[in-house]
């Protein structure tokens, strides 16, 4: 069984359109992020959820909208795409601070191409 | 604003060696740190996680260590095999409640036969 899972593997679209991935966790957790790793690898935050509630929002384009319809699930909706975006799109989870060790279990990641 | 460094970038050795590697962090006022390996085209996988109270993990041939007031920890791989090879991300979890994870680049680790 997969733990994180992400769909679609690999999305390739022209710039403009919009796009969303999902990401599902079968772990339990009650805490879901987003990150993105870029062309040289670096790989950084977007976003957290706790209980489908937003707790971390970096400096992100507000044309990236997260969306939680319940604690297994964080999808990632993205408007009016650009080349800058492409990217590996990577959904995370954990049992957050007050459980746990806080270990951080990724999916295998959702590559974004932007024509 | 914390920042994580890992030196080196790339590393390449032969089988059988002993390796370590290094990653540095800015703010010590971390909840944890964890090691990490991606390999190439895939997600990341969970190698050890320190808690900011302790000194060191295993996991069979892995060993983490944390000096928090110093901002090091060392991952040290014993008698690499091939693969051992992909890329080794280190990052922190700062104290105070947020949840994100603050990563370095990466070490591209390649375990010659």
């Known amino acids: 069984d997969t733990a994180v899972s992400q769909t679609p593997k690999y999305l390739v679209t022209q710039m403009g359109n919009d796009k969303s991935i999902k990401c599902e966790q079968n772990?339990?957790?009650?805490?879901m992020y987003w990150y993105k790793q870029d062309s040289k690898k670096f790989l950084k935050i977007m976003f957290s959820?706790?209980?489908?509630?937003?707790?971390i929002n970096e400096t992100v384009p507000n044309r990236f909208s997260p969306k939680s319809p319940d604690k297994a699930h964080l999808n990632l909706h993205i408007n009016s795409l650009e080349l800058g975006d492409s990217a590996v799109y990577f959904c995370?989870?954990?049992?957050?601070?007050?459980?746990?060790?806080?270990?951080?279990?990724f999916g295998p990641g959702t590559r974004l191409l932007v024509l | 604003k914390q920042e994580v460094t890992q030196i080196p970038a790339a590393l390449s050795v032969p089988e059988g060696e002993n390796l370590v590697l290094n990653c540095s962090f800015t703010?010590?006022?971390?909840?944890?740190l964890q090691w990490f390996r991606q390999d190439p085209g895939k997600g990341l996988t969970s190698l050890l996680l320190i808690q900011s109270s302790q000194r060191e993990q295993t996991s069979g041939r892995l060993n983490a260590s944390l000096d928090k007031s110093s901002g090091r920890s060392t991952l040290y791989i014993a008698a690499s095999q091939p693969g051992d090879s992909a890329t080794y991300l280190c990052a922190v979890r700062r104290r105070g409640g947020s949840e994100k994870l603050v990563f370095g680049k990466g070490t591209k680790l390649t375990v010659n036969p």
């Open positions: 703010d010590s006022a971390i909840y944890n």
């Open positions: 959820y706790n209980n489908k509630e937003l707790i």
């Open positions: 995370a989870s954990s049992q957050g601070l007050t459980g746990g060790m806080g270990t951080q279990y």
């Open positions: 772990l339990g957790h009650d805490t």
